[in-house]
């Protein structure tokens, strides 16, 4: 065996194999240095440095994986008769140099995106990263364009092109240099090498290879998130969508919670709850209410993008992050302790449609299933018109096919507003909130036959644009504030005046409405999609905050509720609960939650993204397969404290969530396996 130019090529694929390790070192410390905060810094030190130890196992399983080809040159070199070491040495160091470059490349774009993905999501790459490639193509490219550093990105490149060629270079020479080593000394690197590399692969020479709870080493969420690299991170968020995709088999649903039977979840769910919640199809029923018989209200629902209750806290006459909807709140209720559904804006929307915790189904094979669940149905049974109206395209994520089969007479998008309102001004993501409005106004006005309107608006999103007739009111932030934001100023300002005009045009539609005959008989209700998470870093103490959205309802004199407490724990589950009894007389409608204005109501949690719950005791959070769990820190529920794990609270929390999961998730699957049969 020619030991000499094995050892050659070993010693100098090791020596390209180090910068790698630099690379993926000099990245985590970037995040640290950028998301990392003072109180992780001051009480994190020693688990730090262990997550980066543990960092280091899933960045050289990363290496070696972008390794392989460089394996096979260092096999084949044992065998290459001696005359031809030149001519192999040329080989080898021209491929290492060029593919180590383009992998190179590959490992710092999935850095980068992953940075920048923390920095907008506050998690590294998540399921939310696939539902990129099914967006609006242009949009997005228009939200990268404005929103991101192109420029230092451009020179991160050029400064890791340009190290890996010196590196690269350095390397090549030593590779022609002769060596006087003892034979045995290549004999035992013979011998090491490839098993070494193999266990670099694994991670781990235990039983299992890197998973997601060799990141579990400290209670801290952000040092076990430091744990990951980009790759890993991919790859468990692929394997996450896998899992997470749509095969509605319910016995193995109910196997994989540890449940037998359908009974089985729902009885679980219910507790030690005398109250009749729902029925075996999870269907439950408004009373009886002549009033409503007689006088059924219009209803529009507005799902608001990006609306934060973070920014609702953070409002003041300097920082005006409302406008005029501050002086329209004391006409509405306020629950100010809630939290959405999801995340991202497709996933918050079919759960408010169908109550699904299986997204995206507008783009699977199941789009066309009209689920039973349909929040359109309860209005269809009492006589209403039914509407979906957004700025937005209405082919967005294939919306408009999987909503025609979810009983709504009327889908209607940006291209009738523009029809409607020929000056109507548009953006990257379609036409701006106030032309929405005022088209759902005159929608309203058409005739008296009751209607339900869903409308979801697009103005608070990346790349923040305001249209030009709306006049800005004064945003000024403090120096304190300028060191909070994680964004540059103008961003953030950006995001500021966006959050600040769909606010206003929430208000001035509510006001106008208000003060019409319409005001007597129309209720409106409102909600943000999610929290933006852009601007502000948010602490696992702050989780509920980070996951925070405001609940707004307009409601006319006569159709008042007699009980409201605007503290209570919700969430976008509770929402429709709370309109259907509201609105509607003896109206069958699918469980999701409870009515946010009744005083019986046991036990009120809140959910979110069915990975994080909270209640008046504490939260559980579910991150990266790891449960945390947390008391609060304060009454006023927007800092959260670490909790035991292990304590009575936090597994009744962890078992109510699942048990909530998987009987709405059975529930769908009923559907989806009722409508396949039929086809």
């Known amino acids: 065996m020619n030991l000499t130019l094995f050892r050659k090529t070993v010693w100098n694929g090791l020596c390209y194999f180090l910068f790698f390790v630099l690379l993926f070192a000099v990245g985590r410390f970037v995040f640290l240095w950028s998301y ?36 096979l040159f260092w096999l084949t070199s044992l065998f290459v008769p001696k005359k031809g070491d030149a001519g192999f040495s040329r080989i080898y160091a021209t491929f290492s140099r060029y593919y180590l470059l383009f992998v190179a490349i590959v490992f710092v774009t999935l850095i980068i995106i992953d940075y920048f993905f923390y920095q907008f999501f506050q998690s590294h790459i998540n399921l939310l990263f696939f539902g990129i490639f099914n967006d609006d193509t242009t949009a997005v490219l228009t939200s990268v364009w404005t929103d991101y550093p192109l420029f230092y990105i451009a020179l991160v490149y050029i400064f890791v092109i340009l190290a890996w060629l010196y590196w690269s270079k350095r390397i090549k020479r030593n590779l022609v240099k002769p060596t006087k080593t003892r034979a045995k000394l290549y004999g035992l690197i013979g011998l090491l090498i490839f098993p070494l590399f193999f266990i670099g692969m694994r991670g781990s020479v235990g039983v299992f290879t890197l998973r997601r709870e060799h990141t579990n080493i400290s209670k801290n969420e952000f040092v076990n998130s430091l744990c990951y690299n980009a790759l890993y991170s991919l790859k468990f968020a692929n394997s996450e969508r896998k899992e997470n995709a749509i095969h509605p088999d319910i016995e193995r649903e109910l196997q994989a919670n540890g449940f037998e039977h359908v009974a089985d979840v729902q009885t679980s769910y219910k507790g030690e709850s005398e109250r009749n919640l729902f029925d075996e199809n999870l269907f439950t029923q408004t009373n009886h209410s002549d009033f409503l018989a007689q006088n059924p209200p219009n209803v529009v629902f507005l799902q608001m993008e990006s609306m934060s209750n973070h920014y609702f806290d953070l409002n003041t006459e300097t920082l005006n992050l409302l406008g005029d909807l501050s002086g329209e709140l004391p006409n509405l209720y306020y629950f100010k302790n809630s939290l959405s559904a999801y995340n991202g804006t497709i996933q918050t929307l079919e759960d408010f449609l169908i109550g699904t915790p299986k997204t995206i189904i507008s783009q699977s094979v199941y789009f066309d299933t009209p689920f039973t669940s349909s929040i359109a149905l309860p209005f269809k049974s009492k006589g209403y018109e039914t509407f979906f109206l957004t700025g937005a395209s209405i082919s967005w994520r294939n919306i408009d096919n999987m909503i025609k089969h979810q009983k709504f007479d009327v889908i209607q998008g940006k291209n009738f507003i523009q029809e409607k309102f020929p000056n109507a001004e548009e953006f990257a993501w379609g036409v701006h909130d106030g032309y929405l409005f005022d088209y759902i106004r005159e929608t309203l006005k058409e005739s008296t036959t009751p209607k339900f309107i869903f409308g979801l608006t697009i103005s608070n999103h990346t790349p923040f644009e305001v249209p030009s007739y709306y006049k800005k009111k004064t945003i000024a932030m403090s120096e304190e504030m300028k060191k909070k934001i994680r964004v540059d100023e103008q961003t953030a300002y950006a995001n500021f005046y966006s959050h600040q005009y769909a606010a206003s045009e929430l208000a001035r539609f509510i006001k106008e409405i208000r003060n019409s005959p319409l005001g007597e008989n129309t209720i409106i209700v409102a909600s943000g999609d999610h929290n933006i998470r852009q601007v502000f870093e948010y602490t696992p103490e702050e989780g509920f905050l980070k996951r925070s959205v405001p609940i707004l309802m307009y409601i006319p004199e006569k159709y008042k509720p007699a009980f409201f407490d605007g503290s209570v724990l919700a969430s976008h589950k509770d929402i429709f609960p709370t309109i259907f009894n509201l609105a509607l007389s003896d109206a069958s409608y699918f469980y999701t939650g409870d009515n946010l204005f009744d005083p019986a109501v046991e036990h009120r949690f809140a959910l979110n993204d069915y990975s994080f719950i909270a209640d008046e005791k504490g939260a559980v959070a579910i991150e ?56």
């Open 624 to 679: 990266n397969n790891q449960s945390y769990y947390y008391t609060w820190a304060n009454q006023e529920r927007r800092k959260l404290q670490v909790g035991d794990n292990t304590s009575s609270h936090a597994l009744y929390l962890q078992h109510k969530m699942q048990s909530y999961t998987t009987m709405k998730t059975v529930e769908i699957y009923k559907s989806i396996n009722q409508h396949q049969k039929k086809k």
């Open 36 to 71: 990392g905060s003072s109180e992780v810094f001051e009480n994190e030190k020693w688990k730090i440095g262990e997550a980066f130890l543990v960092g280091a196992r899933f960045d050289v399983s990363a290496i070696c994986y972008g390794f392989l080809p460089l394996v």
